[in-house]
């Protein structure tokens, strides 16, 4: 395989839209989506109405990668071989030696194989890895402290209260209905939550098309949301843009559900059909569906027997590892926390800011320092390196961790937004992850900074 990734080399180029085409404005975005979790415990379900004060300073327990342990309250970060990293009960720290105590002496996490090898849900576990329900992280991890302090016992009843909470804003009918917070919030306000695409990624787009690339939009977001998202990123004429659309593409499984896999069915105003299609034969918008299918269709339209597809998208679990390993397509993984780490923004991004709001009227959260999701957590560290110290005056190393070992397992290259590269020709040569070159390789246009410093070190 050629140690260089090209986007002109590709016949098909796919896009994830949430987090992915569309970038939300973070820190507007987590504060509603905590608010719709929380308010529908309080108000649903009788917990504590503190669930809904929060200081700017609570952000900082915001990060994404934590896996939450459903049996006992605590969140774990993961190093790449499964070792605990660090870990909380509830929002509170574990020392080194409560580590041990629950981890055993190599601290060692034990549903990590599961994880690991098919990053499947289980009652047993949750893996945070997209910012859609990330703030769902902070609102565990303060549920169970105030388990504690009622002097209640933590097992795994508090989490069915929490899937009903996502479940009661994100649900397919609640667009729709104006059902819950979430939904309701960002039709009333729009440019507060989502950040218009610049005219160079619209250029972009237009530019794949007219080199004969087939574009494809897969989201496991229902067409009236993905319908509102892309009227107000991209334009009322979005639907040029691709070639096929699929909307409630029930991601992962869109991947990896095979021969059990779910039929494409058609739309008429938002509803799906009721009977599946037994094949798909010819572009246009689609819902829920498979790749295999997919990739039938992409056969017959672009006349070769393997086409070559190019995805992007931000989730580990929904994106990057079934479409590498079941579609075996080439996987671009959009990666915020870049930024976080010394790589510099797009000018898009950054006249994106400027123009949402002018500074006096930002909110008090921006004043008092909020911490966006994606920065590095002075609680949790980095996204994609820690300090491992095994205790007992052994001496400290650095190790990547599981979120940084997934992205360059089944990633072609990580950037942190479209915006990067929306300008640079399609021939561009990227380099791309391997594993016998240095662990900076594949990052675009830059490593950040704590990989940089690792490499320098070893």
């Excluded at 601290?107 to 576990?125: D, G, M, V």
């Excluded at 397919?172 to 695409?197: E, H, I, W």
Aim: proline content about 6%.
């Amino acid at each position: 395989m050629s140690e260089y990734f090209s986007l002109s080399d590709g016949d098909v180029i796919g896009f994830d839209l949430d987090h992915t085409l569309c970038r939300y404005h973070l820190k507007e975005t987590s504060r509603l989506i905590y608010e719709s979790f929380a308010r529908y415990l309080v108000e649903h379900k009788g917990y504590d109405k503190d669930l809904l004060n929060l200081t700017p300073a609570t952000w900082d327990f915001c990060f994404k990668g934590l896996v939450v342990d459903l049996e006992d309250g605590n969140l774990v970060k993961l190093a790449e071989d499964g070792t605990v990293l660090r870990a909380t009960h509830g929002t509170n720290d574990l020392s080194t030696e409560d580590i041990i105590k629950h981890y055993g002496p190599k601290r060692e996490w034990k549903h990590f194989n599961s994880l690991n090898t098919s990053f499947t849900r289980s009652p047993k576990y949750y893996f945070y890895d997209n910012y859609f329900d990330l703030p769902g992280a902070l609102l565990c991890g303060r549920v169970v402290d105030m388990l504690r302090k009622r002097g209640n016992e933590v097992n795994s009843d508090f989490w069915k209260d929490m899937v009903a909470a996502i479940d009661h804003n994100y649900n397919t009918a609640a667009f729709k209905a104006d059902a819950g917070t979430y939904f309701p919030s960002v039709k009333r306000d729009p440019g507060r939550y989502l950040q218009p695409c610049s005219d160079s990624v619209k250029a972009w787009l237009r530019s794949m098309k007219s080199a004969g690339k087939l574009l494809l939009l897969i989201t496991s977001s229902h067409s009236d949301y993905c319908r509102l998202i892309c009227e107000h990123i991209l334009g009322k004429d979005f639907e040029e843009l691709f070639d096929v659309i699929i909307t409630n593409a029930l991601k992962p499984g869109f991947f990896s559900m095979v021969p059990e896999q779910r039929p494409f069915r058609t739309l008429v105003n938002d509803v799906e059909e009721s009977e599946g299609l037994p094949s798909l034969d010819k572009p246009g918008w689609y819902s829920q569906g498979n790749w295999p299918h997919l990739h039938e269709l992409v056969k017959t339209m672009t006349g070769k027997p393997e086409p070559k597809v190019v995805y992007f998208g931000d989730s580990m679990r929904s994106d990057m590892f079934p479409a590498s390993s079941f579609g075996k397509w080439e996987t671009v993984m959009i990666v915020e926390e870049m930024e976080g780490e010394g790589v510099p923004k797009s000018d898009a991004a950054l006249s994106n800011e400027a123009q949402v709001e002018p500074l006096e009227k930002r909110g008090k959260f921006e004043e008092q320092g909020m911490k966006s999701p994606s920065d590095v957590s002075e609680q949790w560290g980095s996204y994609f390196v820690d300090v491992h110290s095994s205790g007992g005056g052994e001496e400290e190393s650095q190790q990547l961790t599981w979120c940084c070992h997934s992205i360059h397992k089944y990633s072609t290259m990580a950037i942190p937004s479209v915006e990067h590269i929306a300008d640079l020709p399609l021939d561009y040569k990227f380099p791309r992850f391997s594993p016998d070159k240095p662990c900076t390789n594949g990052y675009y246009p830059r490593p950040p900074d704590s990989l940089l410093k690792r490499c320098e070190s070893l």
